[in-house]
């Protein structure tokens, strides 16, 4: 009785365990910089509060997609919790554990009523609806990602709901207006959608054709107000280029279904994973037209086929739209896991489905089948676990781009003013000249938590006395020098994020004129590595005797003086 108890504890809370991971990742690695979605939201809120801009403007092309909700979203945590990023990626936990939910009254509907069996499978699919193979959209809170296939599953559960017809077709009419303004793939909603709501409804109401008339009237209006000024994309090739090189488009395409089970380093990997979960697909596929004349499966089997659907079209669209600009190998990426990953989430679900008709028809092979599905389950642990470490890796990496664009963000100010700071090794783009403005005008406003510096004054972000390396100036030539040394964070464990250098002007103040970020500074493998950067003497504004060397960490905006250990002037 104890271990029948132990176990039944076992199973609620292992379908929790890849939650609570992902949560961890958020806090560990989340930075506070905004995404593409949210410059776009916080460029809009900017032109508001200065009264320039104008809600309209909230439904603007940006690529494909018009994302008017995710903008909206934004705007709305950017008041309640001033822009902090870290709430639109526990935003994105919510959204998947929404995602989760959907997914499991869909399994108790469709596949089983034995709740064990279904959380059994639950937890297999957890574990992929939670993947860190998803990457950095988890900890830079891209919340436009999640919303087509929160929607997709939302109207897929509600269509199984016992609402009345009304009910369902008005909930799937506006889930599918949210999902067509949140992604460009959301649009896909509408069609997808549109054979199991067709089901909820016939017959359950005398004027059903009048109902699904009203959802294509909603369909071709949303559509069309969609396409409504919209604009080719700048420097996107037409989608018939996809046709002319059928090669690539195909090894696109498969890239881009095997990649939630590829190693992403290898895009063998992904063409291995992909082509086995198609294969498998289309076996479920003829599984259930082979049994159709007999039985109903393909009716419980139909929103499983529907959530693949999602992935496969996403698949179909994203190697139509981008093959021709980057080729095959950006398929790779870890942004398109959160469309693609819902093939292999479907296909634990069709396969339960087809399970448990398999014994019941045939009982004598039950220890076969199950054998079978172990197996399938094992072969499956390996690329999961090595996507999900290539995930957190990449996690890792753009942490520290981010840490670099959050080093900019704190001296929005003395840099949009127009003060000499050089960005060493880095070009600074023009989309960030935009975005100090709109910091700047954000935090007038109080609606920017990060803290920005005053001015070009590296004293005023100095933080408490704690040793974090060293450094040493050494002549080069008569004209120049060259300054090198180590950093360390030792409460982070990692490199500082950019040094800093500064002099000391005839007020005693020490303004910074260099920030260095490189190799060494900016990626957590070179910690306790050294770094060095030449400069000519009259690129100095001070006297060398006055230059001061700082490490910078970007998570608290506060600057450490390094010590100094060597200084030759020759």
Known sequence: MFFKKTVKSCLFIIPFLPVAFIAFLIIKYSVNIPNEISWTAYDLLSNILTGTGSMADFFSQQNESRPFVPRLITIALAFLFKGDIAYQSFLTLLMACLISFNIYYICKTTVTRDWQACLVLMIIANFLIFSPAQGHSWTQGKIHMFFPITCITSALAICLSSLSAVSKLFAAMLLSAISTFSYANGMLCWVLIAPSLFFAINNKVRHSKMLMIIYSLGFFATIAFYFMGYEKPKGHPSFTVALSCPSATLNYFINFVGVPLGYFKESVSAIIAGSSMLFLFCGAVFYMLWVNKKNNLWRRSLPWFTIASYSLVAGVLTTAGR??????????????????????????????????????????????????????????????????????????????????????????????????????????????KEMLKWILVMDEAGLWSSPLAEDDDVMKIQGQDIHTGTYEINKVSKNSFSVKGYTFLPWRKTAADAILISCKNAKGQQVLFRIIISEQTRFWEYRNKEWQVDFYMNTIPCDLKDIAVWAFDAQTAKAYPLALVLQDTG
């Open 323 to 432: 093959v021709g600009i980057v080729g095959p190998g950006q398929a790779l990426s870890t942004r398109y896991v959160t469309h693609s990953l819902y093939l292999p989430v479907s296909l634990i679900f069709l396969g339960g489905i087809i399970y448990f008709h398999v014994i019941e028809r045939y009982s004598n092979i039950h220890k076969t089948a199950r054998s079978l599905v172990i197996v399938l389950i094992s072969v499956m642990i390996i690329p999961y676990y090595f996507a999900g470490i290539n995930g957190i890796r990449w996690i890792r990496i753009n942490m520290n781009s981010d840490l670099f664009s959050r080093t900019i963000t704190v001296f929005s100010r003395p840099i949009f003013e127009g003060k000499k700071i050089y960005i060493e090794a880095y070009e600074l783009p023009s989309a960030y």
